[in-house]
T-cell receptor, first 113, second 111 residues
């Protein structure tokens, strides 16, 4: 079985641009979470979605948004990019919103110039 | 409940035991986790422990939990060069599936 897949793996943007990151969860997993990992730090929670509904939001500005599709895949959008948005964006899936095991993808590395 | 602290570096020789420590601040955490991250990769779940347990062993890995001191440790027996990575502890507050991670401990295993 495929694990959590994310695309693109790497991308470079300039300040003020917008970016969309994509995630496909493990088959059968209905919950997707997004984390931001800045270099040298641990991941920080951004969003959790379950059955297309937002179940949790971390301390991130409104420039960050996400959605989940009927097939449980998800997109993370970041508008008006800042240099500080440069990070590894990790997607994780779990069976349901109450499950306690998150399986992470390899991440999308975003560089903002 | 958002302050999960770890020491930054640990260096051991191959074959020795490694002990990675973590402190957390919220006794409401129901589950505590250890993840491993190799260069350029995502996070790999190593093990987790429920808050009503004191210890959990899984092959070379032993997790110890001291709830009174809010201290979590991960012991790796017979450490191998392939264990070189960054290790993160994380807590899931109130079982909300919202994880708080420490900054990670970089383990260097010397041959």
């Amino acid at each position: 079985d495929a694990g959590v897949t994310q695309s693109p793996t790497h991308l470079i943007k300039t300040r003020g641009q917008q970016v969309t990151l994509r995630c496909s969860p493990i088959s059968g997993h209905k919950s997707v979470s997004w984390y931001q990992q800045v270099l040298g730090q641990g991941p920080q929670f951004i969003f959790q979605y379950y059955e297309k509904e937002e179940r949790g939001r971390g301390n991130f500005p409104d420039r960050f948004s996400a959605r989940q599709f009927p097939n449980y895949s998800s997109e993370l959008n970041v508008n008006a990019l800042l240099l500080g948005d440069s990070a590894l964006y990790l997607c994780a899936s779990s069976v349901d919103s109450g499950a306690n095991v998150l399986t992470f993808g390899a991440g999308s590395r975003l560089t903002v110039l | 409940g958002e302050d999960v602290e770890q020491s930054l570096f640990l260096s051991v020789r191959e074959g020795d035991s490694s002990v990675i420590n973590c402190t957390y601040t919220d006794s409401s955490s129901t589950y505590l986790y250890w993840y491993k991250q190799e260069p350029g990769a995502g996070l790999q779940l190593l093990t987790y422990i429920f808050s009503n347990m004191d210890m959990k062993q899984d092959q070379r890995l032993t997790v110890l939990l001291n709830k009174k001191d809010k201290h979590l440790s991960l012991r790796i027996a017979d450490t191998q060069t392939g264990d070189s990575a960054i290790y993160f502890c994380a807590e899931d507050l109130y079982n909300f599936n919202k994880f708080y991670f420490g900054s990670g401990t970089k383990l260097n295993v010397k041959p």
